[in-house]
C-alpha cells in the first residue's frame, strides 16, 4: 500500500517548540529521509475558525506566519504538498458525509474535546445555556462540537495512513479510524484507516508551557517560538518554572515537574554536551548531579538556552530569508493547493460512487431507469 503522511495546524499563532517536537521535527524527518508516496501539510483555517468565527482576521494573518516557520524548520514544496484547508471544497462536502456516520454521544466521549472546550470556558446543555447568557460564557459552538468529524476527513479525503502527532491527536486518530471503519463497512472500501505516528520521546509527547504547565499551547502565552530572537528565548529560559524546593546549590534538586530538564530531555544531545558542557557525557550525568545537589538552576539554564539556540537560529536566518519574498510564500501555497484539489477530487468521486450520489456519471443508472419507466 502506498505511504501517504499528512499533518496539519491551526493558523492561529506562530508555531512553537510544542508543536515542533510533537511533530514538526518528525515530518522533516520523514521528508528527508524520503520513504513515502506522498507527503501533505496544510493549514487547519477551517478548524482555527470554528473557535474564532469572530476574528477572521487572526486566522488570515497568522497563515503566513505558519507557512514562514514550516519553510524556515525545513519543509520543502518540491517534496511536500503544502496547501489551505479552507480551499479545498472536498473537505466541507466529505465532512457532511461522515457526519451521518457518527453519534453526538460519541463526539461527547472524545477527551481532547472535552478538555479543549472547559479550557475554552464553552458552556453546553440547555441549563447551562442560559447560565451562560448571564455570565457572558459562550455557548460551545456546533463547529467547534464537529471538528474530530472534519479532522477525520482532513486525513481520508488524502487516504493519509501515516499521521506525525502529539498525543493531544491520539482521540482524533481513534475516531478518525472508526469513520473510516463505517463507512467502508456502509458504502464499501473507499477510505483508508490512518495511524498516528506519536514522538518517540516521552517528553515530546506533550510539551509542558514554560510556566510548568500541563501544556505548551499558543491559547495558554506560555510558549518558546520557532522565531522568537535569541534575547526573547533567554528572557523566557531564565524565568522558567524549576524547582521550587531548589532554593540553595547545595540542596538537591528534583526533576518532576522541572521544564528545564522537560526540554533537555526533548532537545538536548550527547553532542550538546561534547560542544557546551564537556564535564558531562550526558544528561544522565547532569541530571544524577542535579538531584544530589551542587548544581545550580542558572547553569542548567544557560547549557538548556545554547541547545535551543542551536536548532533555532539556523531557522532564524533561513525564515529572515524567506521573508524578504513574501508573494512567493503565497505562491508556493496555492501551487500546493491545486496538487490537493486534484488528489480531493479523485477520493471524491470514488466516495460519491460508493455511496451512490454519482447520478450524472452513472450512465447505468440512467439506463436502468429509462427501461423501468418504459417497461410501466
Ligand atoms: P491551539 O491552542 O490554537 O489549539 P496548539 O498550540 O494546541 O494551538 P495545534 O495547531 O492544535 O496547536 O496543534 C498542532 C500540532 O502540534 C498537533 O499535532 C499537536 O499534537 C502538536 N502540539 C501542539 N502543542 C504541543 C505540545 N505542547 N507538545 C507536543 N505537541 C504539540
Ligand atoms: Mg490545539
Same mark, same amino acid.
Request: aromatic share 6%; charged share 15%; proline share 10%.
Given at each position: 500500500m502506498a505511504k501517504v503522511i499528512l499533518t496539519g495546524d491551526r493558523p492561529t499563532g506562530k508555531l512553537h517548540i510544542g508543536h515542533y517536537v510533537g511533530s514538526l521535527r518528525r515530518r522533516v524527518q520523514l521528508q528527508n529521509e524520503g520513504d513515502y508516496d506522498r507527503m501533505f501539510v496544510f493549514m487547519a483555517d477551517v478548524q482555527a475558525l470554528t473557535d474564532n468565527a469572530d476574528n477572521p482576521e487572526k486566522i488570515r494573518q497568522n497563515i503566513i506566519e505558519v507557512a514562514l516557520d514550516y519553510l524556515a524548520a525545513g519543509l520543502d514544496p518540491e517534496k511536500c504538498v503544502l496547501f489551505i484547508q479552507?480551499?479545498? #471544497?472536498e473537505l466541507a462536502e466529505l465532512t457532511t458525509y461522515l457526519?451521518?456516520?457518527?453519534s453526538v454521544a460519541r463526539l461527547q466521549r472524545n477527551p481532547t474535546v472535552k478538555t479543549e472546550i472547559k479550557m475554552r470556558g464553552f458552556s453546553q446543555g440547555e441549563g447551562e445555556e442560559e447560565e451562560a447568557n448571564n455570565s457572558q460564557r459562550k455557548g460551545l459552538p456546533v463547529g467547534f462540537f464537529c471538528y474530530p468529524i472534519s479532522q477525520a476527513a482532513d486525513i481520508t479525503l488524502f487516504k493519509a495512513n501515516c499521521v506525525p502527532a502529539g498525543e493531544d491527536q491520539r482521540p482524533m486518530l481513534e475516531q478518525t479510524r472508526e469513520l473510516v471503519h463505517s463507512f467502508n463497512s456502509t458504502y464499501g472500501e473507499v477510505l483508508v484507516e490512518p495511524e498516528i505516528l506519536l514522538p518517540?520521546?516521552? =517528553?515530546?509527547l506533550r510539551l509542558p508551557g514554560t510556566?510548568?504547565?500541563a501544556k505548551m499551547s499558543k491559547s495558554l502565552g506560555n510558549c518558546i517560538y520557532l522565531s522568537d530572537s535569541a534575547d526573547e528565548v533567554w528572557q523566557k529560559v531564565r524565568g522558567m518554572y524549576t524547582d #521550587?524546593?531548589?532554593?540553595?546549590?547545595?540542596d538537591p534538586g528534583h526533576l518532576e515537574g522541572n521544564c528545564v530538564f522537560t526540554y533537555l530531555d526533548a532537545f538536548c544531545t550527547d553532542e550538546d554536551f561534547a560542544e557546551f558542557? #564537556?564535564?558531562? =557525557?550526558?544528561l544522565d550525568e547532569l541530571k544524577a548531579h542535579y538531584t544530589k545537589g551542587g548544581l545550580g538552576d542558572m547553569k542548567c539554564k544557560k547549557f538548556l538556552n545554547q541547545v535551543l539556540n542551536k536548532t533555532l537560529e539556523p531557522m532564524r536566518v533561513r525564515r529572515h530569508e524567506l521573508e524578504q519574498d513574501i508573494p512567493a510564500i503565497y505562491e508556493i501555497l496555492k501551487k500546493g493547493t491545486e496538487q490537493a484539489r486534484e488528489v480531493a477530487a479523485q477520493t471524491m468521486d470514488e466516495v460519491r460512487r460508493a455511496m451512490r450520489i454519482d447520478y450524472f456519471n452513472d450512465a447505468e443508472l440512467i439506463a436502468e431507469q429509462a427501461a423501468r419507466f418504459k417497461a410501466e
Open positions: 479552507s480551499q479545498i #471544497p457526519m451521518n456516520l457518527v518517540d520521546n516521552q =517528553a515530546c510556566d510548568g504547565s #521550587p524546593t531548589h532554593l540553595r546549590v547545595d558542557w #564537556p564535564e558531562y =557525557a550526558n
